[in-house]
């Protein structure tokens, strides 16, 4: 294990250059070179980042969003991976062509990732006080009863309950939930600038999921850190995410803030999203409307828009040529031919709580959080 | 690592998904699941390497009667007459490996050993497989006390150093070829079983033999159709391997002079009479060496060809 | 069969199933892990019936109680008004000509060694239904009706899609045309756009051939989408049980509560509108259940009377059951909660 090199210095304390973001994604291109073909996983991907935010990154599965997470993280193995192009610059560093001795660094430091699976992302062989600790020695340099006992106090502001006692214990004690505490615990670590969650909450319960999220939210605040949040669930990002980029076969579709994708979408694959989830309702229920077919190869690409081929509004220019991002003047945009037609976003975009000027009922609101009683 | 490999299924899956009508006219669209390992099998350099030498060898091993005695000489066939002046002769065009002590070309003696060591590879392993499917599905199927003791007697064998173990079968029933198929034979079963356990069981436990059971399905169907066709790939694989062990063992045996009795030859048994003039005639040695060597690493090349083939687990990942 | 008999009854089911493994564990070991405990509903022909719980609440465990894939330990389960436990194997087998079953796992529950079109047709070999040419002609069609190309019957899954691969289980699952299907969370291993094809797909298979549904998932918004009725599982029990109306609008259990006000909705306004019950801690084990109500070690409500008394499975409204002694319509009064 390398000692702190004492000549690095934090990327995370230095400033970031005037009129620049604090993590800036311009037009990333990673392919997959494999033995079926060119793999388009990430293809021009470009959004911007700044402390306190939350960024949702939402896509099925197969539409690039992790693998766009992996590459900043300078994750993918090359080959078969290759970036064709693009830059991730982060407080005005390039990260893309960083030493892996510098990469070392910034990963777990300055920017921290939390894996979907909390099951297989924790050593079996190491006792939890260890793990969480191991971040503090590596990037900090603490001696290894400074990283315990840093480890305690972070079990217990993730929530672990008798931190002393859990932080000599192994990860099959500990339940997925508790797991995924671990794993928050061991990302926030090193106080990251940049928290990156790649489905965080998939294979938890929803009680549970609920409890995550509410803690990595708690976190934020204490911490002021970034938030990338990766997701196949539009409503896990609905109240946490400030910007949400929707991705479709390696293409950020639409982006824009929480507010813009969810009531003033302009991409028929966002709408498609949202009228893909049942709906709460309690006086009848609406008939689900999916999206027709399935992913397309990330091989072949279709010729024009990605998406024309399941589009239900798809006309003879959707697949026949690909879309340029139709910028709104806020930063919200959207790859789609017709997303400055308003008449056409008017007449076929799903209706939403604000067009019928009604937040259904589902919930009444008049309930305190709680906390279990200690019966 | 995991995320290339995930893309690439999915990449590979959505251009074999049966949405668009151009994939409908696919060039092959019944593939099947065998004829796939065999493509993959193909992409496998060593794998073909070592299905062509293997398939050499017993070709020259099967059709050895036909022209070995005409052009090299017979095996066995020592005269008096000529056997001093031909004595340990050096690796010419005439003697491809030269000759031994008794003037016998040994080309043509490592041809008929590979006969013989490539049968008791085979029948070993056969009888070792046949006797492991049969105890291992009975230990998988069955379980409970069934399990136990089979599992426990497997323990047992396995717990004694094999080699040693099968001298001393040796030593109990006699030597000679069939004994060696015997005694190797019987006591190779218990990792076979194991194997085929461990397949059978982890098969038993899918969804699609619950579903064969929630359809009313008898348990022999679920056998012959769900459980035998999936599990039976690792023991096609660990058999090819074993043969490669049989052969080694065989030719230990022999070299023992408990296995094939002079002076017919086995690998083993040349090795054994070669050896004493490693200094002066190295061939002596050295070629039928090689030919254990080639033909050993070849089955176990083979197997891994085939355990990567057949792993319908790299399609589903 | 008289005109009112529901088409699956199940009462006091109980399953456990003993710590450890190996033959000597279930003698041995005294500790069981009591994974369904005394559950009793009714399905009636045409309806569908949905199971929701979190995972080891012990929902699946029950669907392959009644399927006797894991047959329960003790309890009836009458199929048409037959108790299924005294059936003989023939019986059984002509049971499951009409309750079939869906699984979770497209991946998992089609043998890879089999075409779809064998994998489909399977049900009908399996009970000696038609000639070969016959059968072909229905997978052919079940193809069809399911969204997928006839043209494919050769091919192999793992040539297929999640979706697809999940459209080929329903068609194995329809081709006998049965009375029950038990779908074990049929869609929770999809995308979500996919989610709802399958959905759809469920829907109008059941307006098609009058089929009853016992849905089991995780998801509350899935299982109020496709069910008539819905009944919560919790630790084993089942804790509330209604008309999807009803739970949705007036839960009376604190634990659907809960569960509905953690279940995230895409709409960043109504979910910051509400205020959300966050229930701590996890729940236990179920190999060492709490005393009384099983939920009270979480429940945001609870008194000392909960970890005494087991609260009865009453009935708070006409058709609504509910377990909690202090059961009462949303919302839970502050005045309720223990401090």
């Known amino acids: 294990m390398a000692k702190k090199n004492d000549s690095y210095v934090d990327i995370k304390t230095q400033p970031v250059p005037e009129g620049h973001h604090l993590l800036e994604v311009d037009d990333l291109k990673m392919y997959f070179h494999t033995e079926d073909g060119v793999v388009h996983a990430v293809d021009g991907v470009s959004y911007t980042l700044d402390r306190g935010e939350t960024l949702g990154v939402v896509g099925e599965s197969g539409s690039g969003k992790s693998v766009t997470a992996m590459t900043i993280m300078g994750l993918i193995s090359m080959p078969p991976g290759k970036i064709e192009g693009g830059s991730v610059t982060y407080r005005g560093h390039d990260l893309l062509n960083m030493s892996e001795e510098d990469m070392q660094h910034v990963r777990g430091n300055d920017i921290a990732m939390i894996f979907q699976d909390p099951m297989t992302s924790l050593n079996p062989v190491y006792k939890i006080g260890r793990q969480v600790g191991e971040g503090l020695r590596l990037h900090r340099g603490y001696s290894k009863e400074e990283a315990l006992k840093r480890a305690t106090e972070l079990l217990d502001l993730v929530g672990i309950p008798e931190p002393e006692k859990r932080v000599n214990e192994y990860p099959h004690q500990f339940s997925g939930g508790m797991r995924q505490r671990v794993m928050i615990a061991m990302a926030l670590a090193c106080d990251p600038d940049i928290l990156i969650a790649d489905e965080p909450t998939t294979a938890l319960d929803v009680t549970i999921q609920a409890q995550i999220i509410e803690l990595m939210q708690e976190m934020q605040e204490k911490n002021g850190n970034a938030i990338i949040m990766i997701t196949h669930d539009l409503g896990v990002v609905a109240d946490m995410a400030d910007k949400i980029m929707v991705m479709y076969a390696g293409h950020p579709v639409e982006f824009g803030t929480a507010d813009e994708i969810f009531y003033e979408s302009r991409h028929p694959y966002t709408w498609g999203l949202i009228r893909s989830i049942p709906e709460q309702a309690t006086d009848e229920k609406k008939p689900l409307t999916p999206i027709h077919g399935n992913p397309p190869s990330l091989v072949n690409l279709p010729a024009g828009c990605a998406f024309a081929p399941r589009c239900p509004y798809a006309t003879e220019l959707c697949h026949k040529e690909r879309p340029k991002k139709y910028v709104m003047s806020d930063g919200h945009y959207s790859e789609c031919h017709y997303a400055d037609d308003d008449a056409f976003v008017k007449k076929f975009a799903p209706d939403t709580s604000r067009s019928r000027a009604t937040i259904p009922a589902a919930i009444p609101d008049d309930v305190e959080a709680t906390k279990g009683g200690d019966a | ?317 | ?339």
Request: charged share 20%; with cysteine; proline share 6%.
């Open chain 2, 1 to 317: 690592m995991q995320y290339p490999l995930d893309l690439d299924t999915r990449a590979d899956e959505c251009a074999a998904a049966a949405e668009a009508p151009v994939n409908a006219e696919d060039s092959n669209p019944s593939r099947t699941l065998w004829g796939d390992a065999f493509k993959r099998l193909k992409k496998n350099r060593l794998a073909i390497f070592a299905i062509i030498w293997i398939l050499f060898v017993v070709v020259v091993a099967a059709t050895a009667d036909l022209w070995v005695p005409q052009v090299l000489g017979a095996p066995n066939a020592s005269d008096t007459a000529t056997m001093v002046m031909n004595s340990r002769l050096a690796p010419s065009l005439q003697h491809p490996f030269g000759t031994d002590t008794l003037g016998r070309d040994v080309l043509s003696r490592v041809i008929y050993g590979a006969r013989i060591s490539l049968t008791v590879g085979i029948v070993a392993t056969g009888i070792s497989t046949i006797i492991g499917l049969v105890l291992g599905a009975i230990a998988a199927y069955y379980g409970g006390l069934w399990d136990t003791i089979i599992m426990r007697l497997a323990d047992i064998f396995l717990a004694f150093p094999y080699t040693l173990f099968v001298i001393a079968m040796i030593a109990v029933i006699g030597n000679g070829i069939q004994n060696v198929f015997i005694a190797i034979g019987i006591l190779g079963w218990p990792s076979i079983a194991r194997v085929f356990r461990s397949a059978i069981l982890s098969v038993k436990e899918s969804d699609y033999v619950d579903a064969a059971r929630s359809m009313g399905a008898s348990d022999v169907r679920i056998i012959a159709r769900h459980i035998f066709p999936n599990s039976v790939a690792s023991i096609v694989v660990y058999a090819t391997m074993n043969i490669g062990g049989a052969i080694l063992t065989e030719s230990a045996l022999s070299f023992l002079g408990l296995g094939v009795i002079p002076p017919d030859p086995s690998w083993g048994t040349l090795i054994q009479e070669g050896q004493k003039f490693l200094q002066t005639e190295p061939w002596l040695m050295i070629m039928p060496g090689l030919a254990i060597l080639t033909t050993v690493l070849a089955f176990t090349l083979l197997g891994d060809g085939l355990r990567d083939a057949l792993d319908v687990k790299m399609k589903d990942a």
């Open chain 3, 1 to 339: 069969m008289a005109e009112n008999t529901p088409l699956l009854k199940v009462e006091h089911l109980y399953k456990e199933f003993p710590t450890g493994s190996g033959f000597l564990a279930g003698k041995f070991s005294k500790k069981v892990v009591s994974a369904v405990n005394d559950i009793s509903f009714e399905i009636h022909a045409g309806e569908t019936f949905g199971l929701v719980g979190e995972s080891g609440c012990g929902k699946s465990t029950t669907g392959r109680a009644i399927m006797h894939l894991d047959p329960p330990t003790s309890g009836k389960v009458y199929f048409e008004g037959r108790d299924v436990s005294k059936m003989s194997k023939k019986e059984l087998k002509d049971m499951r000509r009409e309750m079939q079953f869906i699984f979770q796992d497209p991946y998992a529950s089609l043998n890879p060694r089999m075409t779809i079109g064998e994998i489909i047709s399977e049900p009908m070999v399996i009970h000696g239904i038609g000639t070969p040419e016959e059968r072909i002609e229905r997978v052919r069609e079940l193809l069809d009706v399911v969204g997928l190309n006839p043209e494919h019957i050769n091919r192999y899954p793992h040539e297929f899609s999640g979706g697809q691969r999940q459209r080929v289980g329903i068609a194995r699952s329809f081709i006998l045309r049965p009375k029950l299907i038990i779908c074990d969370e049929p869609v929770s291993a999809l995308d979500v756009s996919i989610q709802a094809q399958v959905l759809n797909l469920l829907k109008d298979l059941q307006k098609q051939y009058g089929t009853a549904y016992l849905f089991i998932a995780h998801d509350l918004s899935v299982v109020q989408h496709i069910s008539d009725r819905v009944a919560v599982m919790y630790l084993g029990k089942m804790v509330e049980l209604s008309d999807w109306k009803r739970l949705y609008a007036q839960p009376n259990h604190p634990y659907t509560q809960s569960l509905l006000s953690a279940v995230p909705i895409p709409d960043p306004d109504v979910q910051k509108s509400r205020k959300r019950i966050i229930l701590a801690g996890d729940p236990p084990s179920p190999i060492d259940p709490p005393t009384g109500c099983r939920f009270h070690t979480r429940c945001p409500i609870a008194q000392t009377r909960c970890s005494e008394e087991t609260p009865e499975f009453r009935e708070v409204e006409n058709g609504h059951f509910c377990a909690c002694h202090f059961a009462q319509p949303f919302p839970i009064k502050e005045t309720h909660i223990d401090l």
